[in-house]
């Protein structure tokens, strides 16, 4: 017969099972492909989200190591660049290096917005402002806290 797990045993593999969901969300950067790396249902990170406020702190960190991972890829392809190999006469010959312009221009614009953001010439009369009133009870608590950032970073804080 199995023995019951004491509460704090099933704390503790809670906080084992957390802990390998987010460092495999850190890595992959998607909740699908780190709910099967740690053999959790995808759902389960959504209950933690909803319920342990110490874990939505942590996946949110998780979330910035991730991000930080594709600023990162996105850097190395458009400053370091790649191999492309070069065929001729169905052999290859060489390789040739690759870089991504587009990668560049968007982190410059990260960078450095003030300098690189578009610019748009108003012709005619200015608009006015348009304010939408929008119904968010729809959205999750995770939702709203994407949102919430969302709208932060475009204040600019």
């Known amino acids: ?11 503790a593999a809670k906080i084992r099972r957390q802990d ?5 969300f850190a890595e992959a950067g998607t909740i699908t492909a780190a709910a099967k790396a740690a053999r959790i249902r995808r759902r389960q990170h959504h209950t933690w989200l ?11 960190e998780a979330q910035e190591l991730a991000n930080e991972r594709l600023e990162h890829e996105a850097r190395r392809r458009a ?5 492309e190999p070069v ?8 390789d040739k290096p690759k870089y ?18 578009e610019r748009y010439e108003q012709v005619g009369e200015p608009t ?17 806290r994407t ?3 969302m709208v932060d970073k475009l204040h600019g804080q």
């Open 1 to 11: 017969m199995a023995k019951k797990q004491t509460r704090a045993e099933q704390q």
């Open 20 to 24: 390998a969901f987010l460092a495999a």
């Open 50 to 60: 909803e319920r342990d406020p110490e874990y939505v702190e942590r996946f949110c």
């Open 79 to 83: 400053v370091e660049g790649w191999k």
């Open 87 to 94: 065929f001729y006469e169905g052999e290859k010959v060489g």
């Open 100 to 117: 991504s312009d587009n990668l560049l221009m968007f982190l410059m614009k990260g960078a450095l917005p003030e300098k690189y953001k």
């Open 128 to 144: 006015k402002s348009v304010n939408y009133n929008v119904d968010l009870t729809s959205l999750s608590d995770e939702e709203l």
């Open 147 to 149: 949102l919430e950032r």
